[in-house]
């Protein structure tokens, strides 16, 4: 069976674990569209909520105040976003499971790679007019 970064650091919780690096396309796709938004800090919840509704083209806009000790986005939430019509997702913050990402129809960008899941607490704002 093979194991991804992400499940190692899940099995394996022993503080925070980051790979930083500057802001690129991480499944470098083109995506463009009208931005629906989020604000969240250490808490996917919200990220959850939308990639789950119709994204009719939309990209999604995740604010995670450039955080980057928790990921904000993993692979079953991107296979979401694209199973339901999201055109992209660029992250302010960290995303796990690039490798999986990477092999999506979704183009994705973010601040850096952090192998550490969220707490879901159902904290974050939705469709904030000025979010980053």
Do not use: Y
């Amino acid at each position: 069976m093979a194991f991804t970064t992400p499940d190692l650091s899940d099995a394996h919780p022993v503080g925070p674990r980051i790979w930083a690096f500057s802001f690129v396309p991480l499944a470098p796709r083109e995506s463009c569209g009208p931005v629906s938004t989020i604000a969240c800090d250490a808490d996917n919840s919200r990220v959850a909520e939308a990639v789950a509704e119709p994204g009719n083209g939309r990209v999604l806009l995740v604010d995670g105040q450039g955080a980057l000790h928790r990921s904000l986005l993993g692979d079953r939430l991107a296979q979401l976003a694209s199973d339901n019509g999201w055109a992209g997702v660029v992250v302010i913050g960290a995303i796990r499971d690039v490798e999986v990402i990477d092999g999506i129809d979704i183009g994705v960008q973010a601040l850096g790679v952090c192998p550490v899941k969220t707490d879901k607490q159902g904290v974050g704002d939705r469709d904030i007019p000025d979010v980053a």
